[in-house]
């Protein structure tokens, strides 16, 4: 299993299973809970999916990264249109405190030693397996 | 090895001790001499002794504010202390369906300002997200230019004063490395006693310039020059009000040592630096901390910590649990961003409105720090140094420039007044020139009455001080014949008062009669005392020759 993404952006390339050290770290960054079984074959077949874009090759080829590179940049006068919807804001959010939002205080996150079954919390979403 | 250190050590307690003195002062950036602090040492701990010779090495990470009506991809207002989350709009609190619209003006003020320093501007630059989780970002990412941003390869040329006396000037300068338009945050606030932060958007989606600065410079002092320039010149265009304690001009310094010509050491980021004083203090603390941990044989580690300015000492940040993976893709909601150098690079059928083009730019740019300097010195024929304090202090040079017109003094003698008496007392008490108790038409009648030869030197400064002190409740001539420090010219009474005392002073006579002339400042001592310090001495000078002669 070998994954090896855009170089020029700085990515690593990532070689067999990825260990639990990945796994956490992945877990931190994408707040996605997929400690489970099927959260780990999960990964292991999207990494194995996306592996086949190496299988075209691209050298010389500038990647298209947008649908509108033939738009032009549309640009704004600095002119003061939107704003004062505080209340409207503010009902969005369950917890507020004097027209401040109140954002949920800092769960420490536990490695994957730690919690063998998949723990919930309030911050993190359970991964699905779309494949 | 002890002398630099030493003198480093000296010149940061006075640095302490005239701080304690204006806390709240700009900082002027003087100097014993130009050259940073090396630490010329020997290992102790370990068997081998090697001469290391070890230098500091910064590099600085600056995020200006734009200084725009409103924000970067929305159109809501930008401005300081405003109820909470009133400056928002859907956009900025990242509601689905909104979409980026790119202001005009953040692409002008990005365009100015590397033209100011002298950066090449990509006539193509794209925007991309830069992922991560927090509080203050209700997006999860934020938009900037990781790949190609608007400027890069530019230089920022500023100035040291240096010598023994600290009016020497040496120039120096420091590689832009490029800029890039980005999003700033909204602000948290810790309420630590309930376990809660509190989140205020109105500062999210203001436009930034991040200015990535080369690690070109050696220490502190470097820095905050370096940075107070910037200051100026931000001011000038108007892109940035670059007030830092109110958060418009962010600084973060990257600090290693290493010996010179060798790869260069594990670097630390210095965040929460709100001045440029704690800037220099901030870096200078690090670069030892750093010199010290080398030194005992110890590695530093790659890690961010923050200043304490109560401590004056940098501590770690809490852990940001290792490297960052930031997951950077292009913003797909945002096509290339197009810059043309002049109207002839234009697509032709494009809307005006439209289009940033740079030539036009250029031709506005006001006139920048480093061109006022020079003209102040060509046109009053003051030094370079003076050019250099007047615009170090925000309103000085109109200050100094509204005394000229007033009095028909030569601007080389009024520019002591404004650069030392006025700035001593403003400093002092911790004013700015806004504040200043003498207003410029006060000072420009007390120079009047010096250059007529109504008051001495002397006297003039008293007089000074005396206006201060009476805010302007009374004019120069007022306190003058009030207080009656008037010369005294009157040839009869001088005479008499210098008859009086080569009479008293047989000796000093003789002495003088025999050769030594310092004798004669004794004599003119005397008579100054007498007279109250308001005789002329080029008079009395005169008189006390004749009297002497005379008598002989």
């Known amino acids: 299993l070998f994954v090896c993404v855009c170089p020029a952006i700085g990515w690593q390339p990532v070689q067999g299973v990825p260990s639990a050290d990945l796994v956490d770290k992945l877990e931190r960054l994408a707040l996605v809970d997929f400690r489970t079984k099927e959260g780990l074959a999960c990964l292991e077949k999207a990494i194995r999916f996306a592996a086949q874009l190496h299988v075209v090759d691209t050298s010389g080829v500038e990647p298209m990264d947008s649908v509108l590179e033939d738009r032009i940049l549309h640009l704004r006068e600095d002119t003061v249109l939107e704003g004062n919807h505080a209340e409207e804001l503010l009902q969005l959010s369950k917890n507020t405190v004097e027209e401040y939002y109140v954002a949920p205080p800092d769960i420490p996150l536990t490695t994957f030693e730690q919690s063998c079954d998949s723990t919930r919390s309030p911050i993190r979403i359970f991964f699905c397996c779309p494949l | 090895m002890a002398a630099p250190i030493a003198a480093a050590r000296v010149r940061s307690k006075m640095m302490k001790r005239t701080l304690l003195l204006c806390p709240n002062t700009s900082f002027t950036v003087r100097s014993l001499n130009v050259e940073c602090p090396r630490y010329n040492g020997q290992l102790q701990s370990t068997t081998v002794s090697v001469p290391m010779r070890l230098e500091g090495v910064v590099g600085l990470e600056i995020h200006a504010q734009i200084h725009s009506r409103t924000k970067m991809f929305s159109g809501s207002a930008v401005r300081f202390l405003s109820p909470p989350n009133s400056l928002v709009s859907f956009f900025d609190a990242s509601l689905p369906g909104t979409l980026p619209v790119l202001n005009k003006r953040c692409v002008e003020a990005a365009v100015m300002t590397a033209l100011a320093l002298n950066c090449r501007i990509n006539r193509k630059s794209l925007f991309d997200r830069k992922h991560y989780f927090y509080a203050d970002l209700p997006a999860g990412y934020q938009i900037t230019q990781q790949r190609r941003p608007v400027a890069v390869d530019g230089v920022l040329n500023y100035s040291l004063l240096g010598g023994k006396k600290g009016n020497r000037v040496v120039p120096k300068n420091v590689r832009v490395k490029q800029i890039q338009l980005e999003q700033d945050s909204g602000k948290s606030l810790h309420d630590d006693a309930r376990g809660q932060t509190l989140v205020d958007l109105n500062r999210a989606g203001v436009g930034l310039m991040e200015l990535v600065m080369e690690p070109d410079m050696t220490c502190g002092e470097e820095a905050a020059a370096a940075v107070r320039e ?262 009869q009474r001088l005479r008499d008062v210098c008859a009086k005392v080569v009479d008293s002073h047989p000796h000093e006579v003789q002495a003088f009669r025999a050769g030594n002339q310092k004798v004669l400042n004794k004599l003119m001592g005397s008579v100054q005392k007498e007279t109250k310090g308001r005789a002329d001495p080029i008079v009395v000078r005169k008189i006390l020759l004749d009297e002497i002669s005379e008598s002989a």
């Open chain 2, 230 to 491: 910037l200051q100026l010149i931000l001011q000038a265009l108007g892109t940035c009000q670059g007030n830092m304690s109110e958060g418009q001009l962010r600084v973060d310094a990257n600090v290693s040592v290493h010996r010179p010509g060798e790869p260069l050491g594990v670097r630390t980021e210095v965040k929460n630096i709100n001045s440029i004083r704690y800037l220099a203090r901030a870096i200078d603390y690090e670069i030892q901390r750093q010199m010290d941990i080398l030194r005992t044989g110890g590695s530093v580690h790659n890690e961010t910590r923050s200043y304490d300015s109560k401590s004056g000492t940098t501590v770690p940040m809490r852990d940001k649990e290792g490297l960052q993976d930031y997951r950077f893709m292009p913003e797909p909601n945002l096509p290339p961003l197009m810059v043309y150098e002049d109207s002839a690079s234009v697509p032709a059928g494009a809307d005006v409105r439209q289009t940033v083009v740079v030539q036009s730019l250029r031709a506005e740019l006001p006139e920048l720090p480093a061109v006022t300097r020079d003209r102040l010195v060509e046109t009053h024929g003051i030094l370079p140094e003076h050019a250099f304090t007047l615009l170090n202090e925000d309103g000085l040079v109109e200050y100094f420039e509204r005394v000229l017109k007033a009095t028909g003094r030569e601007p080389r003698k009024v520019i002591g007044w404004v650069t030392n008496e006025l700035l001593a007392l403003l400093k002092q008490q911790d004013l700015n020139v806004g504040q200043s108790r003498v207003s410029p038409s006060s000072m420009a009648q007390l120079l009047e009455l010096l250059e007529a030869g109504s008051i001495s030197s002397s006297v003039a400064k008293q007089v000074f001080q005396e206006m201060w002190r009476q805010s302007g409740a009374k004019t120069a001539t007022e306190i003058v014949s009030e207080q009656d420090l008037g010369l005294v010219s009157d040839a």
